[in-house]
């Protein structure tokens, strides 16, 4: 089945660490992104890459770093300049980048520091 | 800049109920509105997609409407069941740009 998988489903970072989250897909999609979930807040964009070897920042870049170096993998390293990690993460993935259509999305990565 | 607003943030109906969940937005200017659902601790599951071109989209009991005039859009689901309980999200993406402005979701529990 085709379809966006994260991984690990849960993680824990001690203080000064860096972390990075995998995100794969199998759709054949061009764009992916990755985007924070905080509690009572909406969903805030971190990163998005339209094609292999391109990202650009988001909203929320300060902090999280990312490659694209195959069309299917986007991962998301969050360093220790990120003050305060802890949240839910999501990938998602649209087809073409020239334009927004549906989203599809990974089940996320829920990250905690200790 | 673009903002995306839910009311209610929370709601319960007893089963069988008809409802409708509200997104406004502020900029009429945007290419697509999606509607998610997010049961906790998962990711987001697309339910319906609308085109700035388009009024509704149906798939099932869900029916979603977009007012791009009045920055509005709504998603009703008819007849409600408990397995609808979870929370639903909408997002815009605007012309021109390559992400969705998501709204912080209105939390469903349908009660058996």
């Known amino acids: 089945d085709g379809g966006i998988t994260q991984s690990p489903k849960y993680l824990f970072r001690k203080e000064g660490q860096n972390v990075t989250l995998s995100c794969e897909q199998n759709?054949?999609?061009?764009?992916m992104y990755w985007y924070r979930q905080d509690p009572g807040q909406g969903l805030r964009l971190i990163y998005y890459?339209?094609?292999?070897?391109?990202?650009q920042k988001g909203d929320i870049a300060e902090g999280y770093s990312v490659s694209r170096e195959k069309k299917e993998s986007f991962p998301l390293t969050v360093t220790s300049a990120q003050k305060n990690p802890t949240a839910f993460y999501l990938c998602?993935?649209?087809?073409?980048?020239?334009?927004?259509?549906?989203?599809?999305f990974g089940q996320g990565t829920r990250l905690t520091v200790v | 800049k673009q903002e995306v607003t839910q009311i209610p943030a929370a709601l319960s109906v007893p089963e069988g109920e008809n409802l409708v969940l509200n997104c406004s937005f502020t900029?009429?200017?945007?290419?697509?509105l999606q509607w998610f659902r997010q049961d906790p601790g998962k990711g987001l599951t697309s339910l319906l997609l609308?085109?700035?071109?388009?009024r509704e989209q149906t798939s099932g009991r869900l029916n979603a409407s977009l007012d791009k005039s009045s920055g509005r859009s709504t998603l009703y689901i008819a007849a409600s069941q408990p397995g609808d309980s979870a929370t639903y999200l909408c997002?815009?993406?605007?012309?021109?740009?390559?992400?969705?402005?998501f709204g912080t979701g209105t939390r469903l529990k349908v009660l058996a």
């Open positions: 998602a993935s649209t087809p073409r980048p020239d334009s927004i259509t549906e989203a599809f």
């Open positions: 759709l054949n999609h061009d764009a």
């Open positions: 890459s339209q094609i292999v070897n391109d990202f």
């Open positions: 900029d009429s200017a945007i290419y697509n």
């Open positions: 609308i085109q700035s071109s388009q």
């Open positions: 997002a815009v993406s605007s012309s021109g740009t390559y992400k969705y402005i």
